[in-house]
Each structure stands twice: as structure tokens, then as C-alpha cells.
């Protein structure tokens, strides 16, 4: 089975683009940490600010691993970083027609989109703020968990006709 053109080129573009985001996501946050005054071009105004929400913190490890390590530990990393991990995995694993492969696929995405849901909800209900790449990210996360699915699916047919 070849994996067909429309799956490829969906997922090298949602790959790509999640590591732009993540990787400018990182920058942001990085530039803000070194210069409080720096400004983000998504920064357009008090309730519309990345920097604002790539630095709260939710920014690093969901929020979550700062209850278990301390907040500068080594294993409370950006959100960013995490993402940047996450889109070379889908698209390392994305190489692959293994059945194992199909099946990480989605677990990962559907790891990504309850991380996206959870992200959205903080920052809707506890920022009160609206982060342009964020949402990116969550779309990005939604399509990507799509085009798995899809793969799991056809892979899963095409064993049953071969078995």
C-alpha cells in the first residue's frame, strides 16, 4: 500500500506548520523571558497576546509539571518545545505503513487534541485571552487527528483483504 498523495502532502504541511508555530512559539517566549518590553507580532492588544500566554504559567509543561518538579526543573519545558517534539514525531512516524505506526499515529493525536482542549479551556476561561498561534495549534492538532485516523483505517482495510 502507498500512502496516497493528498495524506503526504497534508500531513509534510500540518507538520510543517505546527513546527513554525512551535518554533516561533519558543522564540516568543524566550524573547520575552530575556526583554519583558519585547513585542511579539501576535501581540495585538490586552486580550489578544501570545507572549501573555506563552509566558503564564500554563506556558511550560500544561501548567501541570510545575506540581511535581520544581518550576525551573529540566522536565518543566515550554508547551513549545513539546509541540516541536510532537510534529517530528507525526511526521517521522507518518514515513512508516506499519500497522504499529498507524496505531501511534492516532494515540499521539488524540493525546494532542485532549492537550488542545485542556489549553483552550485555560486560556478562554482562566487567561481570558485569544493567542492566534495557540489556535493554530489546535486546529493543526484536529486535522492531523483526522488524516491518522483516516491512515488507521485504510491500513486496517488493507490488512483484512491481504489476511
Known sequence: MAVPKWERKTRVFLCVFGLFLSVYALHVELSRESN?????????????????VFTSR????????????????????????????????????GLSLSKKAAMLLVFFSWVSVAGSLYLASILAFVLGDFCMVCVSTYIVNFVLLFTNIKRRRAIEGVKEKAG
Open 36 to 52: 519583558p518590553d519585547y513585542r511579539a507580532m501576535c501581540d495585538l492588544g490586552e486580550s489578544v497576546s501570545c507572549s501573555k
Open 58 to 93: 500554563w506556558g511550560r509543561g500544561f501548567g501541570l509539571v510545575q506540581f511535581f518538579v520544581a518550576a525551573d526543573n529540566p522536565l518543566n519545558q515550554p508547551n513549545s518545545v513539546l509541540g516541536i517534539i510532537f510534529y517530528t514525531l507525526q511526521m517521522g512516524l
